[in-house]
């Protein structure tokens, strides 16, 4: 398993920007597939994004596609989101997950997971 860690969440108002960054430990990060969930307060955890390891494709949840884009430094074992266009429904806890399997748009096909960095998005 690989160990990550995230950070940049914080306070924004509706309509501003952040970047989430997701840092890993090991020296397989490339082999790894990435992706970023978020749990809103009374909700289940959900889907945001990820970002193959070996080609770099991505996905997006299709509620976020247009907002939201998932990156990697492979020099620096980091993962981003970067959030625009931030809504008071995008408070939630985000966290970042890394799987070596192929079901990416599910939180059963991660079994390494940060414990989350929290986003408030205010009105």
């Known amino acids: 398993q690989v160990q990550l860690v995230e950070s940049g969440g914080g306070l924004v108002q509706a309509g501003g920007s952040l970047r989430l960054s997701c840092a890993a430990s090991?020296?397989?990060?490339?082999?790894?597939?990435m992706g970023w969930f978020r749990r809103a307060p009374g909700k289940e955890r959900e889907f945001v994004a990820a970002i193959r390891g070996s080609s770099g494709i991505s996905y997006y949840a299709d509620s976020l596609k247009g907002r939201f884009t998932i990156s990697r430094d492979t020099a620096k074992n980091t993962v981003y989101l970067q959030m625009n266009s931030l809504k008071p429904e995008d408070t939630a806890v985000y966290y970042c997950?890394?799987?070596?399997?192929?079901?990416?748009?599910?939180?059963?096909?991660?079994?390494?997971w940060g414990l989350g960095t929290e986003v408030t998005v205010s009105s």
């Open positions: 997950a890394a799987t070596r399997g192929d079901s990416l748009r599910s939180r059963n096909g991660y079994d390494s």
């Open positions: 090991g020296r397989t990060f490339n082999s790894y597939n």
